[in-house]
């Protein structure tokens, strides 16, 4: 149980192109989702938290208006880098926290998504 | 002084060997504390999760949270091959987000 999926695994674009990145619970339903990014060889950096239905919170320096966030249904949250740029390339990763977990103290990480910009 | 520290490593061991992971934190208010395993161009898996202070295990893994030290491990006994990975360190207060530390790379040799 408690599986999160991400797709596309892997995508390549040219800059200025725009991508969506899509993260689902498979078998549970998540009230919050949380988007993360890697650059290699460091942490996960949280960008957002996103909540079903309503708008996402962005940590200090997360540009809003680049970063997309949709969280339409209870299993579906999407990120969108708009008008990407070679230094926004790096491991997106999501993670979703069950219906009725207090706190988001269990938090299930999705398999990652490596955005590279040409 | 960041939040969480952790020793990024490399570390490697012998098959066999027990491991010992670290983290140090300076936020006093954190109440969970979790270890994840990441592979390669992977997504992060749980593999413990403790609240508060005190030991917890699972199989050839241990956990121990040490709340006045502000210190937490990750053993491993009888380490593996398929052990290798990063390890990863978080903590979080209740409703605010998980800070990560930076990883372990661990390397098991068979």
């Known amino acids: 149980g408690a599986v999160v999926s991400q797709h596309p695994s892997w995508v390549i674009c040219k800059s200025g192109t725009s991508v969506k990145i899509e993260c689902r619970s498979l078998?549970?339903?998540?009230?919050?989702m949380f988007w993360y990014r890697q650059f290699p060889k460091q942490s996960l950096m949280l960008m957002a938290t996103s909540n079903e239905g309503s708008k996402a919170t962005y940590e200090q320096g997360v540009e809003k208006d680049k970063f997309l966030i949709n969280h339409a249904s209870l299993t579906l949250s999407t990120l969108t880098v708009t008008s990407a740029h070679p230094e926004d390339s790096s491991f997106y990763i999501c993670?979703?926290?069950?219906?009725?977990?207090?706190?988001?103290?269990?938090?299930?990480f999705g398999p990652g998504t490596r955005l590279t910009v040409l | 002084q960041k939040e969480v520290e952790q020793d990024p490593g490399p570390l490697s061991v012998p098959e066999g060997a027990i491991v010992s992971l670290n983290c140090t934190y300076s936020n006093s208010a954190f109440q969970y504390f979790m270890w994840y395993r990441q592979y390669s161009r992977k997504g992060p898996e749980l593999l413990m999760y403790t609240y508060s202070s005190g030991n917890k295990e699972d199989g050839r893994f241990t956990a121990q949270v040490d709340k006045s030290s502000k210190y937490i491990s990750l053993f491993i006994r009888d380490s593996q091959p398929s052990d290798s990975a990063t390890y990863l360190c978080?903590?979080?207060?209740?409703?605010?987000?998980?800070?990560f530390g930076k990883g372990t790379t661990l390397s098991v040799s068979s």
């Open positions: 993670s979703a926290s069950p219906l009725g977990t207090s706190g988001h103290n269990e938090q299930f």
């Open positions: 978080a903590m979080k207060q209740a409703g605010t987000a998980l800070i």
């Open positions: 078998d549970f339903q998540a009230t919050t």
